[in-house]
C-alpha cells in the first residue's frame, strides 16, 4: 500500500530545510526503539521546486494510516516553523 503526501512552501530553499528536517526526525530501520513500526512502514522524502514529496509505503493499512498521521503531524510542525521564520 502506498500513501503520497505533496505540501508547498514559500519558496525551494524552505522546501530543501524541510526535507532535511523531515529526514533527520523520520524514524529508521536501525532505532531500536521503533524497529517493528518502522519494517511495517517506510518513507521516502523529496523536493521538487518549492514542494515537498513524501511517500509511505507499507505492508497494511493500519500501518500505513499510522506513519501517515505521524507524518502529517511532523509536517505541521515543519511548516508552521518555516511560516514563523518569514514573519508571517
Keep these: 500500500m502506498k500513501a503520497v503526501i ?6 525551494a530553499n524552505a522546501a530543501k530545510k524541510a526535507l532535511s528536517v523531515m529526514k533527520t526526525t523520520s524514524p529508521k530501520a536501525e532505532d531500536e526503539d521503533d524497529s ?7 518513507v521516502t522524502f523529496s523536493c521538487k521546486g ?8 507499507a505492508k497494511d493499512f493500519t500501518a500505513l494510516r499510522a506513519r501517515v ?18 514573519g508571517n
Design 6 to 11: 505533496e505540501t508547498g512552501f514559500a519558496n
Design 36 to 42: 517493528a513500526a518502522v519494517k511495517r512502514a517506510e
Design 50 to 57: 518549492s514542494s515537498l514529496h513524501c511517500v509511505v509505503s
Design 69 to 86: 498521521t505521524s507524518l502529517l503531524r511532523d509536517l505541521r510542525v515543519v511548516y508552521d516553523a518555516a511560516e514563523a521564520a518569514q
